[in-house]
């Protein structure tokens, strides 16, 4: 039975002397080989070089830290309700007494873990967090052997207090509005006066 009409008739014929020596095979090859030489490369010598990321590309989360250094995040759990992928984890716990300059809120987030093999980056944990703690930056994923290795915790997450990540181009004009909206406690620097008066971040 004939199923479709892709079949071939392969030849059997008996090479010639020069087919025998593959020199038309082997020049062939070369030229098409030696054609590339003259055109645009399409790879890049990566990690030494890289290709421009899109504006709107979404990688590697990033926790922020506030203006004082202290972690933004208030394990408030939005961030995880809102992903699809149900790729985020976390523990909450209660800040003590003398730890404000670590944790902005008074409950933050004891662990954190974001599986990058779960995760779609689309975006929308950063969308729904409403501490401006989470962002999704332009850095890429590494590369690892091991399943647990892609499931991020704090140490991967929260950004270095010398070593600040720009998120700049993903705070929306929007975002931007909404951050400079008077009498929203949470859009608030921390200082040790207006905490002894209770206020409520
Ligand atoms: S980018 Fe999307 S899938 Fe990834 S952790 Fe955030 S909400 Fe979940
Ligand atoms: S990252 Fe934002 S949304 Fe997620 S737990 Fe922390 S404060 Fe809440």
Redesign the pocket.
């Known amino acids: 039975m004939k199923l479709t009409n892709r079949s071939k008739v392969v030849s059997n014929k008996e090479q010639t002397g020069m087919e025998k020596l593959y020199l038309p095979g082997i020049l062939k090859g070369m030229l098409i080989t030696g054609s590339h030489l003259f055109k645009r490369r399409a790879t890049v010598k990566y990690p030494e070089e890289t290709r421009p990321m899109a504006g709107v590309y979404?990688g590697w989360?990033v926790l922020k830290r506030d203006e004082n250094g202290a972690e933004r995040c208030t394990a408030c759990g939005l961030?995880?309700v809102?992903?699809?992928?149900?790729?985020?984890t976390m523990e909450s716990a209660e800040r003590k007494k003398g730890e404000e300059n670590l944790y902005r809120e008074e409950k933050y987030a004891k662990t954190y873990e974001?599986?990058m093999l779960?995760?779609?980056?689309?975006?929308?944990?950063?969308e729904?967090c409403p501490k401006e703690a989470?962002f999704?930056t332009d850095r890429l994923v590494d590369t690892e052997y091991e399943r647990e290795d892609f499931v991020y915790g704090k140490s991967k997450l929260v950004e270095k207090v010398d070593k600040r990540i720009d998120v700049t181009k993903r705070q929306t004009l929007e975002v931007a509005a909404f951050k400079k909206l008077p009498g929203l406690k949470h859009n608030e620097v921390w200082s040790g006066k207006n905490l002894n008066k209770g206020n409520k971040h």
């Open positions: 979404r989360h961030c995880a809102a992903c699809p992928a149900e790729a985020i974001i599986n779960r995760c779609i980056f689309c975006g929308l944990c950063e729904a989470i999704l």
